[in-house]
């Protein structure tokens, strides 16, 4: 049908053509010798104006066969309007014209149909957004200042938290993310608030940069289901390490679960998997204001250098990471909109740790470890606990050097979720963290004695604006091999959260 509609068409052009041309000509020929001007003239113009309505007919037969429609009983023929007297007919057979209430089709007006709208430029489908973390730490009671040799009351997780300071910004993040097609997308977190130490006998200088993340994501198939990540990126081990910042409720991640990577962050390659139905659960507890990981996939498996964030690689073996977890919808049990999450995360490594003489220790050690998690989300009361067993690096006094040592240590967290109060969505919690082993990330990967209980909340004034508050009562080894014991007191913090 459509060759026969084209076949159609085409001969109707090559009759409009053959008219022109011809038509004038043949009026010229038919007029009598004898006739006048004006007679002649007025012939011509009659033709003309047939000429013009073929051409008329021809474009509505274009437009017809360019739009999308089902397939129309033959039409009867239509013959042209006809002439004046003594002027030649000219016959042509197609599709009625269209109504005469439509409005005429004009080339022009195809034109503009056809014409798809430009794609963006890859530029202006990223978008900038960002967040920023100021804190006011105090130690309240306890080890603030200790003699040399003595470990004073320290955390791995911000430097800001000794007796001198006051108010600090923690984090200050720009992100820049977006698609630069169907399938890659970028992603780039630059933090502004990072510290340098010993540029004056010592001085911390705060206010540096420091690249975060800078990674591109590759999605072979259209669902996205199945995604692999190029770049510098989280480390696929531990849930709350995989969790962001501004979505903890935590001021700092816990020492066992982070020392595992600290910074989160190194340079390699993973590939994530996430099934259709386990990301709708996620995108719902999301929709329900749940602290959730992020989507790092329900399976994950990656490759790095291994010797951490934005440190240049040590040896020419590779970092092997592997992370599976798993909700559960719990409606079938009674407990509608409960939801429990399970997993595991796997570690194999060599790393080269930092010695205190200067660059890294000449030998590779054993960096291996294996990680349980499981959280119930709060509907409205939850509970949160990890916990990871291995191998470290650790400094050992006795023997003055840097050793292969078992570690093991995770923290359990109650929390609560109220959604409507006063002062917002709250969210109360309470988190017992232990560890015991060796601090890769520090000079000499000294030996961390970790026990601290920490009681805190979070309220959202506002949808851009988050205040949490802790109280902590901490036993705590510093990172340092120099300094023994454990240090004890009591810290008070408070953080304020802006997103934008």
Do not use: C
């Not at 692999?228 to 903890?248: A, D, F, H, T």
């Not at 595992?260 to 099934?275: H, K």
């Not at 995360?345 to 060599?350: D, I, L």
């Not at 509970?383 to 240590?409: H, K, Y």
């Amino acid at each position: 049908m459509r060759a026969a509609s084209a076949s159609t068409s085409l001969s109707l052009t090559l009759a409009v053509l053959m008219a022109g041309t011809s038509l004038p000509a043949a009026a010229q020929q038919a007029a009598p010798a004898t006739g006048t001007q004006p007679d002649q003239a007025q012939t011509i113009a009659d033709l003309q104006r047939q000429i013009d309505e073929l051409k008329a007919i021809v474009s509505a037969l274009q437009a017809q066969q360019t739009a999308p429609s089902a397939p129309a009983p033959s039409p009867a023929p239509v013959a042209a309007p006809a002439p004046a007297p003594g002027a030649p007919v000219v016959a042509v057979t197609g599709p009625a014209p269209a109504p005469a209430a439509d409005a005429p089709i004009t080339t022009p007006m195809l034109a503009a149909a056809s014409a798809k709208p430009k794609p963006k430029a890859w530029y202006e489908k990223l978008r900038l957004r960002g967040y920023t973390q100021m804190r006011f730490n105090q130690i309240v009671s306890g080890d603030a200042n200790a003699p040399a040799g003595i470990s004073r009351l320290r955390t791995i997780g911000d430097g800001d938290v000794r007796p001198d300071n006051n108010f600090s910004f923690r984090r200050m993040r720009l992100i820049l993310q977006g698609d630069l097609n169907d399938h890659v997308s970028l992603y780039f977190q630059p933090d502004f608030a990072a510290a340098v130490s010993n540029q004056s006998a010592g001085e911390r200088r705060e206010g540096s940069v420091s690249l975060r993340d800078m990674y591109a994501d590759v999605f072979p198939f259209d669902d996205k289901t199945f995604r692999i990540r190029l770049g510098q990126s989280k480390v696929p081990y531990g849930w709350e390490n995989m969790q962001s910042s501004s979505n903890r409720l935590a001021l700092d991640r816990t020492d066992a679960i982070n020392s595992a990577a600290a910074g989160e962050r190194d340079l390699g390659i993973v590939a994530y998997y996430t099934p259709t139905h386990v990301q709708k659960i996620w995108d719902r507890l999301s929709a329900d204001g749940q602290k959730l990981f992020g989507n790092y996939g329900a399976f994950g498996f990656g490759a790095f250098n291994g010797q951490g964030l934005n440190r240049t690689e040590g040896n020419d073996g590779v970092m092997l990471v592997g992370l599976a977890t798993w909700p559960f919808e719990l409606d079938g049990l009674g407990l509608d909109g409960q939801v429990f999450e399970i997993g595991g995360s796997v570690m194999y490594n060599r790393i080269r740790p930092e010695v205190r003489t200067g660059g890294l220790s000449a030998a590779s050690f054993k960096d291996e470890r294996v990680n349980l998690h499981a959280i119930l989300y709060p509907q409205p009361i939850g509970v949160q606990a990890e916990w990871n067993w291995g191998t470290g690096p650790e400094f050992v006094p006795a023997s003055g050097r840097i050793e292969e040592r078992p570690l093991d240590g995770g923290y359990v967290q109650l929390m609560g979720k109220i959604d409507k109060s006063p002062i917002g969505p709250f969210y109360p919690f309470a988190r017992w963290q232990y560890y015991r082993g060796g601090f890769k990330a520090a000079i000499n990967a000294p030996r961390l004695e970790t026990e601290e209980l920490e009681l805190g909340f979070e309220f959202q004034l506002d949808s851009a604006l988050e205040i949490t508050t802790t109280y902590g009562f901490a036993k705590r080894k510093e990172a340092d091999e120099r300094r023994f014991g454990q240090a004890e007191g009591q810290i008070l913090r408070v953080q304020a959260q802006w997103n934008y």
